[in-house]
């Protein structure tokens, strides 16, 4: 049992960043890749970013490529969601969430998922 706790979320203009950190418990953090996702009101659930249990390897959504950044420190049990020039569009709720097994942008390959954590980006 992994237990994931979001935080970092809040209010930025457009334009500015914010750093989203997903803090991990239980079993063996390095044993899992980690994504992120998001959600908007009234859309479903999309994948935003993955890393690898190592952190070698990376993914991302196109629309995020180039301004967010996924990486993860396997000693503090963390991974962290970088986001820079932020629009209005990724207004969203954000979970972080861990598969066991290789890195994904598919949800139904994540086995753990987090409460979420609120990101509004106003215009």
Known sequence: QVQLVESGGGL??????????C?????????????????APGK??????????RGGTT??????????????DNAKNTVVLQMNSLKPEDTA????????GAASLQI??????????QVTVSS
């Open 12 to 21: 930025v203009q457009a334009g500015g960043s914010l750093r989203l950190s």
């Open 59 to 72: 993914y991302y959504a196109d629309s995020v490529k180039g301004r967010f950044t996924i990486s993860r």
């Open 44 to 53: 479903e659930r999309e994948f935003v970013a993955a890393i690898s249990w």
């Open 23 to 39: 803090t991990a418990s239980g079993r063996a953090f390095s044993s899992y890749a980690m994504g992120w996702f998001r959600q």
């Open 93 to 100: 709720v954000y979970y972080c969430a861990a598969n066991f």
């Open 108 to 117: 139904r390959d994540y086995d753990y998922w987090g409460q979420g954590t």
